[in-house]
Antibody, heavy 116, light 110 residues
Framework: QIQLVQSGPELKKPGESLKISCKAS????????MQWVKQAPGKGLQYMGW????????TYADDFKERFVFSLETSASTAYLQINNLKNEDTATYFC?????????WGQGVMVTVSS | DIVLTQSPALAVSLGQRATISCRAS??????????MHWYQQKPGQQPKLLIY???NLASGIPARFSGSGSGTDFTLTINPVQADDIATYYC?????????FGGGTKLELK
């Protein structure tokens, strides 16, 4: 069965960087783009963008064009989200997800807390 | 970007019908395809796909969930509502990039 397993929770200080992972299994990794979704505490879902798993080309939504980097380790069927120069407003749960039109499968989410 | 508007909350009694609406700022339909999808999210969990392309039930989803609509107006119906359905429901469009989500409707017990 298809699974997306994400890394564990993170506690960081403003200005630091982090890199969270999303390991895929149960399907051919390059069959789907990997998507990323942010959910701030008590808030709704915000689409961050996706990375083409065949070419490695990332596409970022407008709010995520700076400080955010999508990358891949295709041999390990793993996608990464790196956030640089962390800010308090980056405190959120970050989901990786796949699907053709709708999002059929979601990772369990990574809770990121940014606090001094 | 296409903006999706949902009512923030809906109170319903168990065993009754719940109707959750989603309005798009522009059409999300192409030909006969209505590119609107619905998700359920419970606290501390990832979202779960309920309905894709406006009216198609996702795998394993009970038949008490149904979806309808086209163009800019879409509806998710739960009938009858069960206790396990208390959650937040999101619509999402894939007509245009970037895909966007509605703000979510929290289903509450009356």
């Amino acid at each position: 069965q298809i699974q997306l397993v994400q890394s564990g929770p993170e506690l960081k200080k403003p200005g630091e960087s982090l890199k969270i992972s999303c390991k895929a299994s149960g399907y051919t990794f390059t069959d789907y783009a990997m998507q990323w979704v942010k959910q701030a505490p008590g808030k709704g879902l915000q689409y961050m963008g996706w990375i083409n798993t065949q070419t490695g080309k990332p596409t970022y939504a407008d709010d995520f064009k700076e400080r955010f980097v999508f990358s891949l380790e295709t041999s390990a069927s793993t996608a990464y989200l790196q956030i640089n120069n962390l800010k308090n407003e980056d405190t959120a749960t970050y989901f990786c997800a796949i699907g053709e039109e709708a999002v059929d499968y979601w990772g369990q989410g990574v809770m990121v807390t940014v606090s001094s | 970007d296409i903006v999706l508007t949902q009512s923030p909350a809906l109170a319903v009694s168990l065993g009754q019908r719940a109707t959750i609406s989603c309005r798009a700022s522009q059409s999300v339909s192409i030909s006969r395809y209505n590119l609107m999808h619905w998700y359920q999210q419970k606290p501390g969990q990832q979202p779960k796909l309920l309905i894709y392309r406006a009216s198609n039930l996702a795998s394993g989803i009970p038949a008490r969930f149904s979806g309808s609509g086209s163009g800019t107006d879409f509806t998710l119906t739960i009938n009858p509502v069960q206790a396990d359905d208390i959650a937040t429901y999101y619509c999402q469009q894939s007509r245009e990039s970037p895909p966007t989500f509605g703000g979510g409707t929290k289903l509450e017990l009356k």
